[in-house]
């Protein structure tokens, strides 16, 4: 390989981590920054003893709706998120983020916050000594906010004695005897089951809906997108038939309306193009990446199909899946 395709090369790579790592802020962000400043404000007045019970955020929406990327995002900028130096000259995290593991019953939920802590559990524990020990290690620490992101996984069966478990165990670490812990949940939809038949936790909790995007509402967000990704960060151009109306629903359309997607999609269509060192970038690199990534039939390709709109892309493997397989 001659050196000037080893710069070029070179040249993507950091391009690439430069694109991956930037955020593009949705209309929803000021809603999600609100939210999260009543938390902070909470604990403040939970700490002088006249905070609200509400010590509790749920996010719910698709996977690929942008909620881990976004709350990463505001976690990063918000001061009261970052680490602090304490009274003894230790560094403290405020922020614990675990994911729920799959599958999950409450005693891994437990192991799960403690192996994120760095604290090694006893196989012996019993479930009511590993939540103890949970609680305990979170206040000695100064760990005031707990993230569960894939929050769904605790959800490991539907039966009702098994959500109030769940339910009963959620609500005990909003109630730590002398520290305000407040809790955030980021999961898929069914993640609103924790949230039915319980009314203490319900009232407990704030949610907030990542809902999908649709054309032509949401016409303005995804222009944002295509602009700030091909032109702003890639330098790149895209063609004019980018900017219709029928590019942007398929665009839509072929992501399920999901935010997170959306911008992946752009951000794959113009790493295709960089890499085969063109400057404009077109459907046709939409249409590559989404029959390489969903193995659809040519015929079902949104961004090439005359009648896309009746295209579901969750049904892009169909013809090949056997029947009474692969349901929910």
Known sequence: MDTMNVIALEANSEKKTEVYSSYIEHARDRMLG??????????????????????????????????????????????????????????????????????????DFAVAILDAIGVPSKAKMTEGQLFATVKTQLRERGITYLHVDEAQHLLRHSNNRAILDVQDRLKSLMQIEDWPLHTIYSGMPELADLLTGDQQLANRSMVMRFIPLSTPGDK????????????????????????????????????????????????????????????????????YNYQRDSGCLPSDNIYTAARWSEIDPGNALADLATPGKGGK
């Not at 955020?57 to 976690?75: E, N, V």
């Not at 269509?269 to 060192?277: D, E, I, Q, R, T």
């Open 34 to 107: 609100t939210m999260l400043r009543d938390l902070i404000d909470n604990v403040e007045a939970c700490r002088r003893g006249v905070g609200s019970r509400r010590r509790a955020l749920f996010l719910i929406g698709a996977s690929g709706s942008g909620k881990s990327f976004a709350l990463r995002h505001h976690f990063g900028r918000i001061p009261e998120f970052q680490p602090r130096v304490n009274e003894y000259g230790e560094m403290v995290r405020t922020v614990l983020s675990v994911e729920a593991p799959k599958p999950c019953t409450t005693k």
């Open 220 to 287: 303005p967000s995804i222009q944002r997108v295509l602009t700030d990704i091909v032109e702003d960060k890639c330098g790149l151009t895209f063609s004019e038939e980018l900017r219709t109306d029928d590019f942007l629903g398929r665009l839509c359309s072929a992501n399920s309306g999901c935010y997170g997607k959306i911008i992946e999609a752009v951000q794959a269509a113009c790493f295709l193009v960089m890499h085969k060192g063109k400057g404009t970038v077109d459907r046709r690199a939409f249409a």
